[in-house]
């Protein structure tokens, strides 16, 4: 663990100038320490009116976080939620995955009020991850259930599919320009995506087995990009060609890259979570190649989910030691 995390106050900040692995550039990280200790904060979302919001994974709680003065409020959910990702959307509703209770819960912000819209299958227990449409409407997974569903916001109508696939743990999941969910089947070496006039549920192979992808990105071309967590590799799969592309990670097989993210130029972000510290790693598709790397602050132990914030040009992400980190990219 970095000695920075051991630091009190409001914020926890680290800038970096050239000097990252191998010479290349580093960007700069901010964190800032969540004051409720052990509770894995994660997947953090931007609102409107800039705050940052996220979960406390294992303290069943939501929270927010205004990045100028460092001030934290939280929202306290029913013991045993379990909540694992957020969203946020355009009015400022806090949208969130009820992992061990099997909903998804509607947050507002200014009453507090919440309302829970259960899954329509007992089986379906463990919303995972969660993501607009341009509809407005949101797409989720269910690892343990092995599913894929959709909340139609107006409605609460909630639909699921079974990957067909026993245990392939659908994971990171992104939308695209046409509105195709594509989602990442972990417990596979596997992608599926889903047709959102029928449902239909389509499951494409990867070229290598032993491949375990875990999160996905979806460029502005609708290409789909996914990191090999088992196989340490960033890959790339043109749903018009069918073609797939991989590139080595910069750790290596032992590299375990999680969070992934892509950003206003269609360059890749994704975090390797073997090394410790972890490493921020950008990867430009256009010259094939890692362009930076930087270690975080923290440590971090284990980013695991990452968004980008396009107007501020900045990346989020929760970490496993306890913070909250920004990044700005070039």
Request: proline share 10%; with cysteine.
């Amino acid at each position: 663990m970095s000695q920075l995390h051991g630091l009190t106050g409001a914020a926890l900040a680290l800038l970096l100038g050239a000097g990252g692995a191998a010479g290349l550039p580093s960007v700069e990280i901010r964190e800032w320490p969540v004051p409720w200790e052990g509770t894995r904060p994660r997947d953090p979302s931007v609102a409107p009116d800039g705050r940052v919001w996220f979960a406390g994974q294992t303290g069943d709680y939501l929270a927010q976080l205004a990045p100028e003065t460092g001030e934290f409020r939280r929202y306290e959910l029913d013991p045993g939620t379990g909540p694992h990702n957020l969203i946020v959307d355009a009015q400022g509703i806090v949208w969130y995955a009820g992992n061990r209770a099997a909903h998804i819960g509607r947050l507002e912000p200014v009453s507090g009020a919440i309302a829970k819209i259960e899954m329509p299958d007992p089986a379906v227990r463990d919303p995972h991850t969660l993501v607009f449409d341009r509809k407005g409407d949101i797409w989720f997974t269910a690892q343990g259930a092995n599913c894929v569903g959709r909340l139609t916001v107006a409605t609460g109508e909630v639909r699921v599919v079974r990957v067909p696939t026993p245990e392939a743990r659908p994971y990171g999941i992104d939308v695209d320009s046409r509105g195709r969910p594509w989602i990442v089947l972990f417990g596979t070496s596997k992608l599926a995506t889903l047709d959102p006039a029928t449902l239909a549920l389509r499951e494409i192979p990867l070229p290598r087995a032993a491949a375990r992808p875990r999160r996905v990105a979806v460029t502005s071309d609708d290409r789909v990009w996914y990191v090999d967590y088992a196989g340490g590799r960033l890959g790339r799969y043109d749903p018009e060609s069918g073609k797939v592309d991989e590139w080595p990670a910069p750790s290596g097989a032992g590299s375990l890259p999680y969070a992934l993210a892509a950003d206003h130029a269609d360059r890749l972000w994704f975090v390797e979570t073997g090394p410790q510290p972890n490493r921020l790693v950008g990867f430009d598709p256009k010259a094939g190649q890692v362009f930076s790397e930087t270690p975080i602050p923290s440590g971090a132990h284990t980013v695991r989910h990452m968004v980008y914030h396009a107007p501020t040009r900045t990346l989020w992400f929760g970490t496993d030691a306890n913070t909250i980190g920004r990044a700005r990219v070039p």
